[in-house]
């Protein structure tokens, strides 16, 4: 197959790209490296000819709702109609599970492209994953100054690997509509998992524990953004992780 990916060059798109390429797929990669500029649709003029299937993986670092539905709602408008004019097959977009359960911040644009995804025009399927085990560090490294907090809140972490993994078999199949969800092997503590990743780096400085206001603080602390019972489970787990980090 002829695979495209979109934000190839990111921590999942990067990934993807690899086990399709492992797989024996031809990859096309579409990021700003590469010579395409997803949300005004420069350098797409015919680069996604030949191509099978895309696979959404881009993303961006905000809090802001009208940043966040801005950026997917671009992206995915210029791949939709790029994907049109290409003939291509099946659209994959990936998005969070417990997206509806908090549609303010970063969460109102990945509700806003999955409405997008299912009324185009293009077969598509819509994959939602829980956050991944790097997520930790990336709230650790949000700290300024030395400064770093522990949101109380309740995740069950996946293996980025296996995500891309999985979207790369879901490429494969005919398009799903909305796949079954996929959630790591078991539910953890947000702030625990920061804590435990600051130590396995190395940090001894105080991380004091807090509550995150808004509707996705109050879905973080509840529960809401787990996967439900019925979701797919990887098998790294959040040690398993760690364990295997460089510094640890």
């Keep these: 197959m002829r695979l495209a990916i979109a934000g ?20 096309v990669v579409l990021a700003r490296s590469t010579g395409v500029e997803l949300l005004s649709g420069a350098g797409m003029r015919g680069v996604l000819e030949g191509v099978d299937a895309v696979i959404d993986a881009t993303d961006v670092a905000t809090a802001k709702p009208d940043v966040s539905v801005s950026f997917f709602a671009g992206v995915t408008k210029t791949l939709l109609a790029a994907e049109r004019a290409a003939g ?6 990936l998005t969070i599970v ?35 085990h790097e997520y930790a560090a990336l709230l650790f490294h949000r700290g300024r100054a030395g400064a770093h907090v522990a949101p109380r809140g309740r995740v ?12 790369v078999d879901l490429a494969e199949q005919a398009p799903a509509g909305r796949a079954r969800d996929l959630g790591g092997p078991q539910e953890e503590s ?14 001894r400085g105080p991380i004091p524990l807090v509550s995150v206001p808004g509707t996705w603080g109050r879905a973080l602390r509840t529960g809401a953004l787990l996967p439900r019972p019925d979701a797919r489970r990887g098998t790294q787990t959040f040690t398993d992780w760690l364990d295997a980090l460089p510094d640890a």
């Design 98 to 132: 417990g997206a509806d359960a908090a549609p303010d911040g970063y969460y109102a644009g990945k509700l806003v492209q999955e409405r997008l995804v299912a009324a185009g025009s293009i077969p598509w399927t819509i994959l939602r994953t829980t956050q991944f």
């Design 190 to 203: 947000l702030a625990d998992m920061i804590r435990r990743y600051a130590r396995a780096i190395g940090f």
């Design 8 to 27: 190839g060059t990111g921590l999942t798109g990067s990934r993807i790209d690899a086990v399709a390429r492992a797989r024996g797929h031809e990859t």
């Design 88 to 93: 291509v097959s099946h659209h994959l977009a």
């Design 156 to 167: 069950q972490p996946i293996a980025v690997d296996e995500v891309a993994a999985h979207l």
